[in-house]
T-cell receptor, first 114, second 109 residues
Framework: NAGVMQNPRHLVRRRGQEARLRCSPMKGHSHVYWYRQLPEEGLKFMVYLQKENIIDESGMPKERFSAEFPKEGPSILRIQQVVRGDSAAYFC????????????FGEGSRLTVL | KNEVEQSPQNLTAQEGEFITINCSYSVGISALHWLQQHPGGGIVSLFMLSSGKKKHGRLIATINIQEKHSSLHITASHPRDSAVYICAVNSRATNKLIFGTGTLLAVQP
């Protein structure tokens, strides 16, 4: 049973480009969470999704950021018109349960904006 | 003041020492997680607790709900235990994880 798979592991973008980060949850998990870890800072919640639904996006910036978890395929975190401040590690976690379920984290995607 | 506070922020130990990392929180929780992150690496979930104590190998985690405090203990520490240990609580009010800033542990041979 493969763990949570994130790709790419490392992504370099120039300012103004788009970044797409993908997360495939563990088999049987229908709850996906995205977290951002800025350099020298702790992890912060961004968004919580279930299949085809955004449950809570209160941690996500209102502009340029979007997330989806389609019926088929991985969850995608999309950042449009990236700026240097978007440089961070983005972690995905999945859970079989929505409440107090054990979380399984991916290896993270490290975005560098030049 | 952060809702989740960890201490110490940095810890250096000699191989074989007993290590304790503390976590205090100020919100109502449904569960507490201890996570491990190696430099540049992914995050591994070590424990999820809602009461009492759990043990896995050389790692022990305890939680006192009344005092809003948890500890992570490492017995017979080893250099491969060197990592950042992160405490995170599942807020009952928001059902979201709130993370501490982590404790950087370095175990020297």
């Amino acid at each position: 049973n493969a763990g949570v798979m994130q790709n790419p592991r490392h992504l370099v973008r120039r300012r103004g480009q788009e970044a797409r980060l993908r997360c495939s949850p563990m088999k049987g998990h229908s709850h996906v969470y995205w977290y951002r870890q800025l350099p020298e800072e702790g992890l912060k919640f961004m968004v919580y999704l279930q299949k085809e639904n955004i449950i809570d996006e209160s941690g996500m910036p209102k502009e340029r950021f979007s997330a989806e978890f389609p019926k088929e395929g991985p969850s995608i975190l999309r950042i449009q018109q990236v700026v240097r401040g978007d440089s961070a590690a983005y972690f995905c976690a999945s859970s079989p349960l929505s409440d107090t379920g054990e979380l399984f984290f991916g290896e993270g995607s490290r975005l560098t904006v030049l | 003041k952060n809702e989740v506070e960890q201490s110490p922020q940095n810890l250096t130990a000699q191989e074989g020492e007993f290590i304790t990392i503390n976590c205090s929180y100020s919100v109502g929780i449904s569960a507490l997680h201890w996570l491990q992150q190696h430099p540049g690496g992914g995050i591994v979930s070590l424990f999820m607790l809602s009461s009492g104590k759990k043990k896995h190998g050389r790692l022990i985690a305890t939680i006192n709900i009344q005092e809003k405090h948890s500890s992570l203990h490492i017995t017979a520490s080893h250099p491969r235990d060197s990592a950042v240990y992160i405490c995170a609580v599942n807020s009952r009010a928001t059902n979201k994880l709130i993370f501490g800033t982590g404790t950087l542990l370095a175990v020297q041979p």
